[in-house]
Structure formats: structure tokens, C-alpha cells
């Protein structure tokens, strides 16, 4: 007898697939830390503490930082392109120079600042909202990129741009010095003296500026003298304290004035004193926070004075960038510069040294912070 057929059991529904999570709501900014508020941006404010995944995420939704992660990403990638073909082909396709020859080791120093300057101010703006210990991490880290770059600029000057000056030739100098002031003085050896201080002043420079700054970031302890006066104007000094190393150009400002730079390269000249132009117009809109602050709320997403201060500094290195690489032509067609020709441990050792220091600095804030944190919760219980 044949046996009847079973029926076949229904397969369950499949469950329907979950939605995708909405991004979360942004803020205003008497609903974040205060950590978190910058003067005069009233909302647009990221949900801390954030996921890597929501701050990365962030970059594609209009909240106060996402121009600022923009303004460096573009101008980064841009820089990662224009470098990747000077250090790997060297400035003249014709005639490739090994990525290691001794002439190009100052552009690896430079071309590391730049990159690294965008790269930290990115990491900084994406990820500023995934806890307060990062933050500060974050901003410390761009801090020490700057300072590191500045150091980079000057590398890079020291065996670019400065052997070509007629300044800081003694031959030119001397007889300048003695017509116009009539001074008989032995140009030579101040001159030597400069050359053995200058990279020693920057290096210096980088380490204490970096420290000056983290020391603006950082929350005083309650209490303390003059916290409050010491963190009135953060903003302004940190421009300050970054403004000091770029007077370690001023042998090239000088040349303009004494040996009519202008006439000998006019190029030089014209983007040397641009760049100039736009780092004031850049330090200007970060110290004054205009236009935010003739209208708080206005510019939050679009428009406000960190974005802009972004755009001229991109505009400054801009140029800075293009006499520097006019600066390395000249150097492989001219003999070594009194000091030497460019060695690994006078140019990438001293970077790497600075990364070690530096690295110090930040470290020491980092666990200043954690303690005044664990200090503050012991208190409140």
C-alpha cells in the first residue's frame, strides 16, 4: 500500500532586514562638554563620545567639522601626488635622481611636515568627537605635527635656499656692511656662527612652541593662579608661538631688502612675500573668529573662521612648496653649501629625533590630563 505523502513544512518568513540606523541628532553647545565648544559655533555639534565608524561617517554629513576635515584631506592628497613625483622621479623626469640620493633628503624632511601637518589636522577634526581623552590626544598631536613641519620648512631652507643669498655670503656682505654702515667686521665668521645655530634654534623652537601650546589646551587645575587669564586667548597664543619659527626666514625677507631679490628671482620673491601675505590673513581669521562672531550661529556649518584660517594656510604652503622645489633645482646644478652637502643624520636623524621629543611632550600632557581627571572624579564622590 502506498504510503501518502507527508505535507512539506512551510519554511518560516525571513525575518525582515533591520534598517539602517539613523545618524544621530547633532547639538547644540550647551549640550556637549565644554571641552567640545568652540567660541561662537552654536550648533552642529557630534554626540560624544562617538564611534570610529560615526566620525567617520561625519566627514559626509554637514556638522561644524566637516569643512574642516575637508579644507586638509583635499589639500593633502593633492601634496601626497605632487611629492610622490618629486622624491620617487626627482624634480626633472629627464634626468631621475634615486629616491635616496643625498640632494632630495631635505625634501623628504619638508614633504614629511606637510603631510603629516594635514594628516594630524584630519585625524583631529574626524575623530574629535569620540571621547574627551582622544581630543585631546588629537589636538596635542596636531599641535606637534606644526611644530614638526616648521622644522621640516627650515631643514629644507637651510640646504635649498639660503647658500644662494648674497646675504650670507661674506664676499657680498662685507663690502655691503662697510659701504653703508662702515663697519669692518669679520661677515665670515658671524656668518659661520649662524649657519651652526640655525638648525639647533629651530629644533629648540619646535619642542618648547609644541609644549606652549599643549599647555593653552590643557584644563588647569582648579584653583590655580592665573588659570583663568593664562587660557583667556588660546587662539592667540598658539599664533604667537607658531609665528616664532617662521622668523628663522628672515635672511630671505632681508634679501629682498638689501640685494633686490626681486630682480635676481623675481619668482622667489613674489611667492616668498605671497605666502607671507596669506599666513596673516590666515592668522587673522583664527585670532579674531570672525565671521562667527558677528554672528554666532550663522556660520556654524559653512563659512566660520577655522575653515578659512584652513584655506590660507593650504594657500601658504602652496607657495612655500613651489620655491622650495625651485630651490632644489638650483641645488643639484651648485656646489655644496659651506656646511656640507645633506647628510641622513643631519636631516631625517634630526626629524626623527624631533618626532622623539615631541612625542615626549605629548605623552607628558596626556598623563597630566589623566590625572586632573582621576583627581576631579575622587572629588566628586
Given at each position: 500500500m ?9 519554511a518560516a ?7 539602517p ?8 553647545w ?23 565608524r ?9 556638522t ?6 575637508w ?15 618629486l622624491?620617487?622621479?626627482?624634480p626633472?623626469?629627464a ?8 640632494g ?12 603629516l601637518?594635514?594628516?594630524?589636522s ?6 574629535g568627537?569620540?571621547s574627551?581623552?582622544?581630543?585631546a590626544?588629537l ?24 647658500p ?11 663690502p ?7 663697519w ?30 599643549c599647555q ?16 583667556a ?13 617662521l ?6 625677507a ?17 611667492r616668498?612675500?605671497?605666502?607671507y ?9 583664527n ?5 562667527e ?5 550663522l ?7 577655522h ?23 638650483r ?8 656646511g656640507?652637502?645633506?647628510?641622513f643624520?643631519g ?10 621629543c ?10 597630566q ?5 582621576r ?7
Amino acid at each position: 500500500m502506498a504510503r501518502r505523502a507527508q505535507p512539506r513544512a512551510r519554511a518560516a518568513p525571513a525575518a525582515p532586514a533591520p534598517a539602517p540606523a539613523a545618524p544621530a541628532a547633532l547639538l547644540r553647545w550647551d549640550q556637549v562638554p565644554e571641552d567640545f565648544v568652540e567660541r561662537f559655533i552654536l550648533s552642529g555639534y557630534r554626540r560624544p563620545p562617538s564611534s570610529a565608524r560615526e566620525c567617520l561617517a561625519s566627514v559626509l554629513r554637514p556638522t561644524n567639522e566637516t569643512l574642516n576635515f575637508w579644507t586638509h584631506f583635499i589639500p593633502l592628497l593633492l601634496f601626497l601626488g605632487r611629492f610622490g613625483r618629486l622624491l620617487l622621479l626627482g624634480p626633472d623626469a629627464a634626468e631621475p635622481l634615486p629616491f635616496h640620493h643625498p640632494g632630495l633628503l631635505p625634501l623628504w624632511c619638508y614633504a614629511s611636515g606637510v603631510l603629516l601637518t594635514f594628516a594630524a589636522s584630519c585625524a583631529a577634526h574626524a575623530f574629535g568627537s569620540a571621547s574627551r581623552r582622544l581630543r585631546a590626544a588629537l589636538f596635542y598631536l596636531d599641535y606637534a605635527s606644526i611644530s614638526y613641519y616648521g622644522f621640516g620648512s627650515t631643514v629644507a631652507y637651510y640646504y635649498y635656499l639660503l647658500p644662494g643669498l648674497r646675504l650670507l655670503d661674506a664676499r657680498a656682505l662685507a663690502p655691503y656692511v662697510r659701504q653703508r654702515l662702515g663697519w669692518r667686521v669679520d661677515c665670515a665668521r658671524a656668518l659661520a656662527a649662524y649657519r651652526a645655530l640655525v638648525l639647533p634654534v629651530a629644533f629648540a623652537l619646535a619642542v618648547g612652541c609644541t609644549a606652549a601650546c599643549c599647555q593653552s589646551r590643557a584644563r588647569p587645575a582648579a584653583g590655580a593662579a592665573g588659570a583663568a587669564g593664562a587660557r583667556a586667548h588660546p587662539a592667540a597664543l598658539r599664533t604667537l608661538v607658531f609665528a616664532l619659527p617662521l622668523s628663522l626666514a628672515c635672511p630671505i625677507a632681508l634679501e629682498g631688502a638689501l640685494f633686490d631679490l626681486r630682480a635676481r628671482d623675481p619668482a622667489l620673491f613674489l611667492r616668498f612675500h605671497r605666502r607671507y601675505l596669506w599666513l596673516a590673513v590666515a592668522a587673522f581669521f583664527n585670532v579674531s573668529k570672525i565671521p562667527e562672531r558677528l554672528q554666532p550661529g550663522l556660520f556654524d556649518v559653512v563659512g566660520h573662521s577655522h575653515q578659512l584660517f584652513h584655506i590660507f594656510t593650504f594657500l601658504s604652503i602652496y607657495d612655500q612648496a613651489h620655491y622650495v622645489e625651485d630651490g632644489l633645482r638650483r641645488s643639484l646644478r651648485r656646489a655644496p653649501p659651506p656646511g656640507g652637502a645633506p647628510t641622513f643624520a643631519g636631516t631625517v636623524g634630526a626629524m626623527l629625533l624631533l618626532l622623539l621629543c615631541l612625542g615626549l611632550v605629548v605623552r607628558r600632557f596626556l598623563r597630566q590630563g589623566a590625572a586632573r581627571a582621576r583627581a576631579e572624579r575622587c572629588g566628586d564622590q
